[in-house]
Protein backbone atom coordinates (compact mmCIF):
# COMPACT_ATOMS: atom_id res chain seq x y z
CA UNK A 1 0.00 0.00 0.00
CA UNK A 2 1.33 3.19 -0.81
CA UNK A 3 1.53 6.12 1.53
CA UNK A 4 -0.70 8.93 -0.66
CA UNK A 5 -3.26 7.92 -2.70
CA UNK A 6 -4.30 10.49 -5.29
CA UNK A 7 -7.87 10.34 -7.55
CA UNK A 8 -6.67 12.17 -11.13
CA UNK A 9 -5.14 12.39 -13.65
CA UNK A 10 -5.20 16.31 -13.98
CA UNK A 11 -2.80 18.66 -13.94
CA UNK A 12 -3.15 19.25 -10.47
CA UNK A 13 -3.23 15.60 -9.64
CA UNK A 14 -0.29 14.91 -11.55
CA UNK A 15 1.28 17.89 -9.84
CA UNK A 16 0.20 16.66 -6.13
CA UNK A 17 1.86 13.28 -7.17
CA UNK A 18 5.18 15.07 -8.23
CA UNK A 19 5.21 17.24 -4.75
CA UNK A 20 4.77 14.37 -2.86
CA UNK A 21 7.14 11.90 -4.45
CA UNK A 22 10.01 14.83 -3.86
CA UNK A 23 9.09 15.46 -0.39
CA UNK A 24 9.84 10.94 -0.14
CA UNK A 25 6.43 9.55 -0.25
CA UNK A 26 5.26 6.68 -2.03
CA UNK A 27 1.97 7.46 -4.50
CA UNK A 28 -0.59 5.59 -6.59
CA UNK A 29 -2.37 7.63 -8.95
CA UNK A 30 -5.86 5.83 -9.82
CA UNK A 31 -7.25 8.23 -13.02
CA UNK A 32 -10.47 7.55 -15.22
CA UNK A 33 -10.73 7.43 -18.72
CA UNK A 34 -12.30 11.03 -19.56
CA UNK A 35 -10.05 13.83 -20.69
CA UNK A 36 -8.64 15.97 -17.70
CA UNK A 37 -9.95 19.71 -17.54
CA UNK A 38 -7.02 21.19 -19.30
CA UNK A 39 -8.53 19.85 -22.49
CA UNK A 40 -10.91 23.00 -22.19
CA UNK A 41 -8.64 26.00 -22.00
CA UNK A 42 -5.51 26.55 -23.75
CA UNK A 43 -2.46 26.78 -21.33
CA UNK A 44 -2.76 30.46 -20.74
CA UNK A 45 0.26 31.33 -17.30
CA UNK A 46 -2.44 33.71 -15.99
CA UNK A 47 -5.79 34.38 -14.20
CA UNK A 48 -8.22 35.99 -17.10
CA UNK A 49 -8.16 39.69 -16.32
CA UNK A 50 -6.24 38.56 -13.27
CA UNK A 51 -7.29 41.96 -11.86
CA UNK A 52 -10.59 41.22 -11.51
CA UNK A 53 -9.84 37.95 -9.50
CA UNK A 54 -9.76 37.51 -5.65
CA UNK A 55 -6.09 37.96 -3.82
CA UNK A 56 -6.72 34.18 -2.39
CA UNK A 57 -6.49 33.50 -6.52
CA UNK A 58 -3.86 35.54 -7.33
CA UNK A 59 -2.10 34.44 -4.32
CA UNK A 60 -1.84 30.83 -6.33
CA UNK A 61 -1.25 32.29 -9.72
CA UNK A 62 0.92 35.72 -9.53
CA UNK A 63 4.20 33.24 -9.66
CA UNK A 64 3.09 30.75 -12.15
CA UNK A 65 5.71 31.67 -14.60
CA UNK A 66 8.70 31.27 -12.58
CA UNK A 67 6.56 27.72 -11.58
CA UNK A 68 6.48 26.65 -15.01
CA UNK A 69 9.69 27.88 -15.70
CA UNK A 70 11.16 25.42 -13.04
CA UNK A 71 9.30 22.38 -13.98
CA UNK A 72 9.71 22.20 -17.74
CA UNK A 73 13.32 22.94 -17.15
CA UNK A 74 13.26 19.49 -15.12
CA UNK A 75 11.48 18.01 -17.40
CA UNK A 76 13.52 18.71 -20.06
CA UNK A 77 17.23 18.32 -18.57
CA UNK A 78 15.79 15.22 -17.41
CA UNK A 79 14.39 13.92 -20.94
CA UNK A 80 11.05 14.16 -20.66
CA UNK A 81 10.30 16.64 -23.10
CA UNK A 82 11.97 18.13 -25.92
CA UNK A 83 13.53 21.32 -24.97
CA UNK A 84 11.76 24.52 -26.03
CA UNK A 85 8.41 22.34 -27.04
CA UNK A 86 6.64 23.15 -23.91
CA UNK A 87 6.50 26.84 -22.93
CA UNK A 88 5.90 30.07 -24.91
CA UNK A 89 6.57 33.28 -23.03
CA UNK A 90 6.12 35.57 -25.58
CA UNK A 91 3.94 37.80 -24.11
CA UNK A 92 -0.35 38.80 -23.44
CA UNK A 93 -1.99 41.09 -24.72
CA UNK A 94 -5.23 42.18 -23.15
CA UNK A 95 -7.64 43.99 -24.84
CA UNK A 96 -9.36 46.99 -22.43
CA UNK A 97 -10.49 50.67 -21.97
CA UNK A 98 -9.28 53.01 -20.22
CA UNK A 99 -10.22 52.14 -16.88
CA UNK A 100 -9.59 48.69 -17.64
CA UNK A 101 -5.91 49.68 -18.59
CA UNK A 102 -5.64 51.63 -15.30
CA UNK A 103 -6.78 48.68 -13.41
CA UNK A 104 -4.56 46.27 -15.22
CA UNK A 105 -1.63 48.48 -14.29
CA UNK A 106 -2.11 48.46 -10.02
CA UNK A 107 -2.53 45.19 -10.22
CA UNK A 108 0.56 44.35 -11.77
CA UNK A 109 2.39 47.11 -9.87
CA UNK A 110 1.09 45.19 -6.56
CA UNK A 111 1.78 41.49 -7.67
CA UNK A 112 5.69 42.47 -9.32
CA UNK A 113 4.50 41.83 -12.96
CA UNK A 114 5.55 44.10 -16.07
CA UNK A 115 2.99 45.50 -18.12
CA UNK A 116 2.54 48.46 -19.91
CA UNK A 117 -0.24 50.02 -21.65
CA UNK A 118 0.11 49.20 -25.80
CA UNK A 119 -2.57 49.52 -28.53
CA UNK A 120 -2.92 46.14 -31.15
CA UNK A 121 -0.63 48.63 -33.23
CA UNK A 122 2.68 47.86 -31.95
CA UNK A 123 2.19 44.29 -31.67
CA UNK A 124 4.07 41.75 -34.15
CA UNK A 125 2.50 39.42 -36.41
CA UNK A 126 -0.31 39.55 -38.73
CA UNK A 127 -2.60 38.99 -35.86
CA UNK A 128 -5.56 40.98 -35.70
CA UNK A 129 -6.98 44.51 -37.03
CA UNK A 130 -5.40 47.81 -35.89
CA UNK A 131 -6.39 50.42 -33.46
CA UNK A 132 -7.59 48.69 -30.60
CA UNK A 133 -6.47 49.29 -26.83
CA UNK A 134 -4.79 47.09 -24.13
CA UNK A 135 -1.93 46.39 -21.60
CA UNK A 136 0.81 44.14 -22.58
CA UNK A 137 2.63 42.03 -20.40
CA UNK A 138 5.65 40.94 -21.42
CA UNK A 139 6.39 38.40 -19.24
CA UNK A 140 3.60 36.25 -19.49
CA UNK A 141 2.66 33.25 -21.88
CA UNK A 142 1.05 29.71 -22.19
CA UNK A 143 2.63 25.59 -21.77
CA UNK A 144 1.39 23.09 -24.28
CA UNK A 145 -0.92 21.33 -21.46
CA UNK A 146 -1.27 18.15 -23.79
CA UNK A 147 2.44 17.51 -23.63
CA UNK A 148 3.22 18.98 -20.32
CA UNK A 149 0.77 15.78 -19.20
CA UNK A 150 2.50 13.33 -21.06
CA UNK A 151 5.60 14.33 -19.45
CA UNK A 152 4.64 14.14 -15.85
CA UNK A 153 3.41 11.15 -16.25
CA UNK A 154 6.91 9.45 -18.03
CA UNK A 155 8.39 11.42 -14.74
CA UNK A 156 6.40 10.04 -12.32
CA UNK A 157 6.73 6.61 -13.75
CA UNK A 158 10.20 6.81 -13.47
CA UNK A 159 9.86 8.27 -10.10
CA UNK A 160 7.99 4.49 -9.08
CA UNK A 161 4.25 6.32 -8.72
CA UNK A 162 1.70 3.06 -10.08
CA UNK A 163 -1.24 4.74 -12.21
CA UNK A 164 -4.12 2.89 -12.30
CA UNK A 165 -6.76 3.47 -14.87
CA UNK A 166 -10.68 3.15 -13.68
CA UNK A 167 -13.68 4.90 -12.69
CA UNK A 168 -14.02 5.60 -9.17
CA UNK A 169 -17.75 4.83 -8.29
CA UNK A 170 -18.26 4.51 -4.70
CA UNK A 171 -16.85 4.29 -1.57
CA UNK A 172 -16.57 1.76 1.88
CA UNK A 173 -15.35 2.87 5.21
CA UNK A 174 -12.68 -0.05 6.96
CA UNK A 175 -11.85 1.04 10.93
CA UNK A 176 -10.48 4.58 10.17
CA UNK A 177 -9.72 4.53 6.48
CA UNK A 178 -11.44 5.02 3.47
CA UNK A 179 -11.70 2.53 0.48
CA UNK A 180 -12.06 4.07 -2.92
CA UNK A 181 -14.09 1.74 -5.23
CA UNK A 182 -13.89 1.67 -9.02
CA UNK A 183 -16.22 0.38 -11.44
CA UNK A 184 -15.11 -2.83 -12.30
CA UNK A 185 -14.12 -4.01 -8.84
CA UNK A 186 -11.12 -2.95 -7.94
CA UNK A 187 -10.14 -1.10 -4.90
CA UNK A 188 -7.83 0.87 -3.11
CA UNK A 189 -6.77 2.48 -0.28
CA UNK A 190 -4.15 4.81 1.59
CA UNK A 191 -3.06 6.26 4.80
CA UNK A 192 -3.85 9.61 2.68
CA UNK A 193 -5.71 10.05 -0.38
CA UNK A 194 -5.77 13.37 -2.63
CA UNK A 195 -8.78 13.77 -4.43
CA UNK A 196 -8.58 15.65 -7.52
CA UNK A 197 -10.80 14.06 -9.83
CA UNK A 198 -11.55 17.46 -11.55
CA UNK A 199 -15.35 18.19 -12.32
CA UNK A 200 -16.05 14.17 -11.14
CA UNK A 201 -15.15 15.37 -7.70
CA UNK A 202 -18.31 17.00 -6.49
CA UNK A 203 -20.50 13.71 -7.29
CA UNK A 204 -17.17 11.94 -5.01
CA UNK A 205 -17.09 14.50 -2.14
CA UNK A 206 -21.35 13.81 -1.75
CA UNK A 207 -20.77 10.01 -0.65
CA UNK A 208 -18.11 11.53 1.73
CA UNK A 209 -20.70 13.33 3.28
CA UNK A 210 -19.63 16.69 1.95
CA UNK A 211 -21.47 19.29 -0.41
CA UNK A 212 -19.08 21.85 -2.41
CA UNK A 213 -20.48 24.34 -4.50
CA UNK A 214 -19.48 22.82 -7.50
CA UNK A 215 -20.63 22.27 -11.37
CA UNK A 216 -19.43 21.29 -14.54
CA UNK A 217 -18.89 23.83 -16.90
CA UNK A 218 -17.76 22.74 -20.51
CA UNK A 219 -15.20 24.58 -23.26
CA UNK A 220 -14.90 24.09 -26.61
CA UNK A 221 -11.56 25.22 -28.53
CA UNK A 222 -10.20 25.35 -32.29
CA UNK A 223 -6.58 24.85 -33.53
CA UNK A 224 -5.29 26.23 -36.71
CA UNK A 225 -2.56 25.48 -38.09
CA UNK A 226 -0.71 28.81 -38.93
CA UNK A 227 3.20 29.44 -39.38
CA UNK A 228 5.63 30.27 -36.47
CA UNK A 229 5.09 33.84 -35.70
CA UNK A 230 1.73 34.82 -37.34
CA UNK A 231 0.34 35.21 -33.74
CA UNK A 232 3.57 36.71 -31.28
CA UNK A 233 1.86 36.75 -27.83
CA UNK A 234 -1.29 35.49 -26.18
CA UNK A 235 -4.54 37.41 -27.13
CA UNK A 236 -7.25 38.01 -24.64
CA UNK A 237 -10.48 40.14 -25.36
CA UNK A 238 -13.87 39.97 -23.73
CA UNK A 239 -15.08 37.93 -26.41
CA UNK A 240 -12.05 34.89 -26.23
CA UNK A 241 -8.37 34.62 -27.18
CA UNK A 242 -5.82 33.40 -29.31
CA UNK A 243 -2.82 31.70 -28.11
CA UNK A 244 0.19 30.83 -29.93
CA UNK A 245 2.66 27.81 -30.19
CA UNK A 246 6.22 27.51 -31.16
CA UNK A 247 5.15 25.62 -33.81
CA UNK A 248 2.46 27.92 -35.58
CA UNK A 249 -0.05 26.06 -33.96
CA UNK A 250 -3.17 28.70 -32.58
CA UNK A 251 -5.56 28.34 -30.45
CA UNK A 252 -8.91 30.05 -30.59
CA UNK A 253 -10.90 29.51 -27.16
CA UNK A 254 -13.05 29.08 -25.17
CA UNK A 255 -16.94 28.75 -25.18
CA UNK A 256 -18.55 28.41 -21.66
CA UNK A 257 -21.38 26.23 -20.62
CA UNK A 258 -21.93 25.81 -17.01
CA UNK A 259 -24.24 22.39 -16.19
CA UNK A 260 -22.41 20.61 -19.27
CA UNK A 261 -21.19 17.50 -18.37
CA UNK A 262 -20.65 16.29 -22.07
CA UNK A 263 -17.32 15.93 -24.02
CA UNK A 264 -18.25 16.00 -27.37
CA UNK A 265 -17.81 19.66 -29.84
CA UNK A 266 -20.83 21.38 -31.26
CA UNK A 267 -21.79 22.72 -34.46
CA UNK A 268 -22.97 25.97 -32.80
CA UNK A 269 -19.46 26.08 -30.27
CA UNK A 270 -17.59 25.61 -34.18
CA UNK A 271 -19.37 28.80 -35.20
CA UNK A 272 -18.86 30.78 -32.37
CA UNK A 273 -15.10 30.37 -32.24
CA UNK A 274 -14.94 30.49 -36.14
CA UNK A 275 -16.26 34.15 -36.35
CA UNK A 276 -14.37 34.77 -33.00
CA UNK A 277 -11.05 33.70 -34.76
CA UNK A 278 -11.70 35.75 -38.00
CA UNK A 279 -12.69 39.09 -35.83
CA UNK A 280 -9.36 38.88 -33.96
CA UNK A 281 -7.59 37.48 -37.37
CA UNK A 282 -9.33 38.45 -40.40
CA UNK A 283 -6.85 36.46 -42.35
CA UNK A 284 -8.32 33.46 -40.82
CA UNK A 285 -11.93 33.82 -43.07
CA UNK A 286 -10.00 31.70 -45.73
CA UNK A 287 -8.65 29.00 -43.18
CA UNK A 288 -10.01 25.95 -41.91
CA UNK A 289 -9.55 24.78 -38.52
CA UNK A 290 -7.55 21.68 -37.94
CA UNK A 291 -9.01 20.24 -35.11
CA UNK A 292 -12.44 21.06 -32.33
CA UNK A 293 -12.34 19.78 -29.08
CA UNK A 294 -14.27 20.17 -26.26
CA UNK A 295 -13.45 19.60 -22.15
CA UNK A 296 -15.25 19.66 -18.82
CA UNK A 297 -13.61 22.30 -15.99
CA UNK A 298 -14.45 21.64 -12.43
CA UNK A 299 -16.73 24.74 -11.55
CA UNK A 300 -17.12 26.78 -8.74
CA UNK A 301 -19.22 29.47 -6.95
CA UNK A 302 -16.10 31.11 -5.94
CA UNK A 303 -13.01 32.23 -7.90
CA UNK A 304 -10.71 30.16 -5.70
CA UNK A 305 -10.32 26.43 -5.29
CA UNK A 306 -10.87 24.31 -2.26
CA UNK A 307 -7.78 22.81 -0.79
CA UNK A 308 -7.27 20.37 2.35
CA UNK A 309 -8.82 18.24 4.67
CA UNK A 310 -12.25 16.88 3.98
CA UNK A 311 -14.20 17.38 6.80
CA UNK A 312 -14.87 14.03 8.91
CA UNK A 313 -12.83 11.90 6.94
CA UNK A 314 -9.55 11.20 8.31
CA UNK A 315 -7.14 11.33 6.00
CA UNK A 316 -8.75 12.16 2.88
CA UNK A 317 -7.76 15.48 0.98
CA UNK A 318 -9.22 17.76 -1.78
CA UNK A 319 -8.29 19.89 -4.56
CA UNK A 320 -10.85 21.02 -6.61
CA UNK A 321 -12.96 23.99 -8.09
CA UNK A 322 -10.10 25.98 -9.99
CA UNK A 323 -12.60 26.43 -12.82
CA UNK A 324 -10.69 28.02 -15.89
CA UNK A 325 -7.63 28.43 -13.83
CA UNK A 326 -6.92 25.15 -12.85
CA UNK A 327 -3.35 24.87 -15.27
CA UNK A 328 -1.98 28.21 -13.73
CA UNK A 329 -3.24 27.87 -10.29
CA UNK A 330 -1.43 23.80 -10.42
CA UNK A 331 1.94 24.24 -8.95
CA UNK A 332 1.11 26.31 -6.25
CA UNK A 333 -1.51 24.06 -5.61
CA UNK A 334 0.43 20.83 -5.26
CA UNK A 335 2.94 22.46 -3.17
CA UNK A 336 0.45 23.98 -0.65
CA UNK A 337 -1.44 20.67 -0.88
CA UNK A 338 2.11 18.68 0.12
CA UNK A 339 3.05 20.64 2.38
CA UNK A 340 0.02 20.10 4.56
CA UNK A 341 0.16 16.39 3.92
CA UNK A 342 3.58 15.93 5.15
CA UNK A 343 3.61 18.64 8.11
CA UNK A 344 5.49 20.87 6.60
CA UNK A 345 5.15 24.71 7.70
CA UNK A 346 3.15 25.75 4.36
CA UNK A 347 4.29 28.72 2.36
CA UNK A 348 1.07 30.06 1.77
CA UNK A 349 -1.76 30.20 4.48
CA UNK A 350 -3.86 27.54 3.89
CA UNK A 351 -7.11 29.06 5.73
CA UNK A 352 -8.81 30.48 3.09
CA UNK A 353 -8.88 27.27 0.73
CA UNK A 354 -10.06 25.30 3.57
CA UNK A 355 -13.48 22.96 3.09
CA UNK A 356 -15.90 24.45 5.61
CA UNK A 357 -17.17 22.64 8.36
CA UNK A 358 -20.91 23.73 6.66
CA UNK A 359 -20.82 22.09 3.78
CA UNK A 360 -21.21 18.27 5.51
CA UNK A 361 -24.49 17.86 4.62
CA UNK A 362 -27.30 15.99 6.32
CA UNK A 363 -26.95 12.84 4.85
CA UNK A 364 -23.52 12.50 5.77
CA UNK A 365 -21.33 9.15 4.84
CA UNK A 366 -20.44 9.61 8.18
CA UNK A 367 -24.15 8.59 9.51
CA UNK A 368 -24.14 5.24 7.39
Known amino acids: MSDVLVLGGGIVALLSALELTARGASVTIVEGDQPPASWAGGGILSPLYAWRQSSLLNQLTFDGVDRYRRLVGMLESDGYAPPGGLLNLNGMWVQGDEKERERALRWASEWGLNCE ?24 GNVRNPGLLKALRACLQARGVKNHKARISDIRRQGRNVIFLAEDGRQ ?5 TVVGMGAGTGA ?6 VQLPLFPAKGEMLLYQLSPGDVSSV ?21 LRKGDASFYPTVSGRYRLERLAQT ?5 EKARPAYHWAGVRPGSDRDYPFIGAVPGADGVYVATGHYRNGLVAAPATAELLAQVLCGVAPSIDPSGY ?15
Not at 235 to 255: F, K, M
Open 204 to 209: LLEKLG
Open 235 to 255: LLTEAGYLIPRNDGAVLVGST
Open 354 to 368: SLPSSSRSSSSFLRR
Open 188 to 192: WRADK
Open 117 to 140: AQSSDGLSGRMMAKGLEGVFFPGL
Open 280 to 284: LMPEL
